[in-house]
Structure formats: structure tokens, C-alpha cells
């Protein structure tokens, strides 16, 4: 067995896996000033994919040269590293692993839109157990949302900075059910994606497809009509998780994740009662390659 | 001419609609207080249109009563006033009048998603001269969007609350030009609005199959393909536009939208150098009913 089943141990890793978010995210803040003022200074916008891709490398590197100092028999997987091709062979193994995306809401940082995230998960026997999600940008303080995946763990979120009060999450605890009729009445959040391409096949076109059926009337588009209460697209699909596991969101659609993309996010849904389902047939999954799942997150 | 053109009356009335919009917050925060311990209590979800259209009455009354006292001789519409059919004779005249959304973004209030603003206005010769836009459940403190549309005026944002610091509007100013293959490259902010009838001319059909288009690869969509860097929905117009203001965001589209609407946003929009035009020519434009325009907010 791991010593990582203890609460007292959880606990302690949660701590340090917020601490370390907080401090990412204060690299994040100071990156994005001097992005402006380099643009300011060029008069050109800030579109500079290698800029961008250039704080991905250094948090990751924040990150993981932490994790390692603090706890240096763990795994680490992260989205640069991964795409590096370094480390395979840790994916989904059972030993305790901290998955990591250092930016979550690329196209939104390009353009200073808020929503934006540090995303630090932690597994054991892979399940996602420890989730720190940090969105820097968003309120003054930034947004802290977090969770330890355990009977005597808990879920929160935090404003006010990090001696500011925390409010246990979901916002209302138990979570009332979904609606009879849904998806009709739920919030739904999906996002468009990079691929789109103009072709039956293409995930944009399945993607719309799906997002026009939520959209319509009961009765409309052949019987698919959702009427969702409201469509969001935030373009960050963590951001996506923690406002459903808030409670402030019903469903979210999304294809193509990676494992980075989602393990925080999956640890703080399952604390809070959300639940994440494949789309596809079980005998269809690949553990060794990213996770095949069109991930369906909502409520019991 | 009226006595509001000079630039201390401004700021006084700007002052003024800053601190009534932070009030009318204050009474948001409580009353989603109070609805989410009626909900616990009966286990329900808060989607009782009911209680939030008593909200919206409640705080334009606040603001319209606070309105009244300070500037008697100005022209108050409101959204809930207009609606009650009282207010038509004040549509679009020349003389101070104060414009107010008192709740931007019902749907996302109700299932407690942060985008939600309160929506101040106020025009002169029908040109919108001061905005305030407050969200009161985004960041810990609110974020508050207010301009004066003038020549010495101004555009601020402020998320540390009443007495914190304020930033100048837009971000990056003057705002870096749009990229020259526009809408591609570019942030576009698009919602899907209440209509969801699975019909050719629904608004439904026009904004999705424009949502698409503009999400499709160059060449794409029989040529429509407009490859823009991101789509978003937030569920809030008043939003979007105050991102855009921001430099957060570059392209907004909307259909159907009322003086309410768009009167605070428009005013903070255009202090910041974008601007908003009418997809239909300008013969169509009936100025005593709504305002006819699908408006395209973007920069110069």
C-alpha cells in the first residue's frame, strides 16, 4: 500500500499541492506583465504562440522541480514533458502520480481573457485524489479551487487570497438533483476546440452538432432537442469542471481530453457528488494512450 | 444644451453610478444568500424563475428611487419598468436619461454561475455617456467596468472592492489593431440567446450557423470558414462587452438586444476605442422601437 492513504497525509499534500498553485500562478500574473509590456513596447498583439509556450515550459519546470524536491519517489507526468516524449512510461501507473497542465486556457492567456488555469492533480491506484486548480486572473486575488477525494476529505474554494476565507464547494451542499426533464433547464458547458476542420468526420462537426441539439426545442432537430437553460463556452475545460463541481454548471461535453487536462478537475468533481462517464463502450478504452473518453460530468 | 456636459458633472454623476451600482450588488450577494437557504431548506434547485424576477423588480426600484432623489429632472428606463409599459415615451430622446439592466444574465444567476452584472446607463442626445457595469459574484470583491465617454473622461476596471486600486481601461492602451486577417486570430463572443425554435429563420439557426462559420477553417463553409481564435459564451452580453472594452476579447456579436442592454457596455466600449456597428443598413433603423441592430463590437 502507498503512505499515501492517510488523511494526515492527504491533508499535507493538499496543502502543499495549493501552496504550489498559488505560487505558479504568481509567475503566471508577472509573465503576463511583462507580455504587456513587450507588446506595448513592439505595438504588436500578443498572440505570440512562443511566448506563451515559453511560460507552459517554466511552470511545468516550477512545478515539477517542487513536487520532486518535497516528494522525490513520485511520479510526474505533465503536458510539456509528456509532448517531449519523456515520460510514457508513468502514464496511468499505480503508484502515486501528480499529473500536471501548466496552462489551462492557452487561447485565453494569448488574449488576457480571465479564464485561464494552473492545473495540479494527484493520483494514487489512478484515481484522482488531490486537485489544486488555480485561475490567477480571475478576481483580484485569483480563484483557488481544490479538493482531497476521501471520506474525510473535503472541497473548497478560495477568493480572498491565501489567508482569506474558504467556502466549502459545492456552493449548496448536498447538491440538489438535476432537473427531471434534462438536459431541459441544466447549464451546459462545452467547448469548440482546436480541430476545424470542415468535414462530416471532423470534431468540430460533431461537436456543433451536439451543441445545436442542446440548444433546440423539446421535439426539435428529429427528437434530439435538449433546450438546455444555457449553452457556455469559457474555453478552458478545467474551468469547465470546477464551476460543475461548484455546482454553478449541470453537464459538461468534452472529446479528446489527456489525462493532464483533467485529473485536478476529476479529483474536486468526485468529492463534490459530480460524476464522469465515457461516452464510448468501456471495451473501447486504451489505458496506455491519452483517455479516450467524450467525459459527460454531471450531477447525480 | 444640457447641463451635463461638463466633464466635473460627469465625474460626479459617474461617482454616483459606480457607488449605486456597487449597492445594487450588495443587494444581489444577499439576496442569492437568501435563496440558496431557501433552497437547502427545500431541497430544491434555484431555478425558480419566480425569485429572480423579484430580485430584478427590487433592484431597479432601488436604483430608479436612488436615481430619482439625486437628478429628478432626468428620464429613467428600465428594463422591468419598459416591460410593465410604463416607460415608452422615454425611448431614445435627447435629454438625460438614465438606462438600466438591473439583472444581466438571469439564466446563469439562477444556477449561480458568476456572469451576472448589473447594468447602469446614462445618455446624453442619445449617445451613451457614462456606463457602470458591476458583477457582483465575479472575484471576491465584484468587478466593477465604468467609463465616461469623453473627451477627458475615462474607462476603469476595479476588482479590489470599493476602496482598492483601478485599472485604465482597455488593458493594453491604445489597444494593438486587429490581426489583418480578421476574424482570424481573433477572440469572438457570441450567445445563444432564448429562441431555440428548429426553424430557418430562427435566431437559433442564424447565430449557430454563424457561430460555425466563424469557427471553420479558412476556405471552409463554402468560403465562410472565418478561423477565429476562440468562440465563448457566457451567458451575458453586458459581459462580453465589457471584456472587449477590456482588450480581452475583439469581436461580439449579438441579435435582438434592447437599449438596456447595451447602454452601459457601449458607453465603456466606445470610451476604450472600439466600436459597435449595425449589420442591417442604416434606413432599417427604427429609432422609437428597439434597437434593430445586430451589433458588431469590435476594434478599430
Known amino acids: ?14 496543502s502543499f499541492a495549493c501552496n504550489l498553485a498559488r505560487r505558479a500562478g504568481k509567475y503566471l500574473r508577472d509573465d503576463q506583465a511583462r507580455r504587456q509590456k513587450k507588446a506595448l513596447e513592439t505595438r504588436e498583439k500578443l498572440n505570440s504562440v512562443d511566448l506563451v509556450t515559453s511560460a507552459d515550459e ?4 516550477l512545478i515539477r522541480e517542487a513536487v520532486l524536491a518535497e516528494y522525490p519517489d513520485h511520479a510526474f507526468i505533465g503536458e510539456e514533458s509528456y509532448s517531449a516524449g519523456e515520460e510514457k512510461r508513468f502514464l496511468l501507473k499505480d503508484g502515486p502520480t501528480w499529473i500536471v497542465d501548466p496552462i489551462d ?7 488576457m481573457f480571465p479564464m485561464t488555469a494552473i492545473s495540479i492533480g494527484f493520483c494514487i491506484n489512478s484515481i484522482p485524489t488531490v486537485g489544486a486548480v488555480f485561475a490567477p486572473f480571475l478576481g483580484g486575488h485569483g480563484s483557488l479551487y481544490s479538493a482531497i477525494h476521501h471520506p474525510q476529505g473535503g472541497a473548497w474554494f478560495s477568493e480572498f ?16 438533483p438535476l432537473p427531471k426533464e434534462a438536459p431541459k433547464g441544466c447549464l451546459f458547458f462545452g467547448e469548440w476546440g482546436k480541430d476545424r476542420r470542415d468535414s462530416p468526420q471532423s470534431n468540430l462537426t460533431k461537436k456543433s452538432t451536439n451543441f445545436v441539439n442542446m440548444a433546440t426545442e423539446i421535439g426539435g432537430r428529429g427528437g434530439k432537442g435538449g433546450m438546455v437553460h444555457g449553452l457556455r463556452s469559457l474555453g478552458s475545460s478545467t474551468m469547465d469542471m470546477v464551476y460543475i463541481a461548484s455546482g454553478q454548471g449541470d453537464i459538461m461535453f468534452e472529446a479528446g481530453c489527456w489525462e493532464w487536462d483533467v485529473c485536478a478537475g476529476i479529483a474536486i468533481l468526485l468529492q463534490t457528488g459530480g460524476i464522469v462517464v465515457d461516452s464510448s463502450p468501456p471495451d473501447n478504452i486504451d489505458e496506455t494512450g491519452p483517455i479516450p473518453m467524450a467525459s459527460l460530468g454531471g450531477r447525480r
Not at 517554466?58 to 519546470?61: F, G, M, P, R, S
Not at 486556457?105 to 488574449?111: P, Q
Not at 487570497?161 to 440538489?176: A, E, H, K, R
Open 1 to 14: 500500500m502507498s503512505s499515501f492513504t492517510t488523511i494526515a497525509d492527504l491533508e499535507k499534500l493538499h
Open 58 to 61: 517554466n511552470i511545468e519546470k
Open 105 to 111: 486556457g492557452t487561447v485565453n492567456m494569448v488574449h
Open 161 to 176: 487570497g491565501p489567508d482569506g476565507p474558504l467556502t466549502p464547494l459545492p456552493i449548496l451542499s448536498p447538491l440538489p
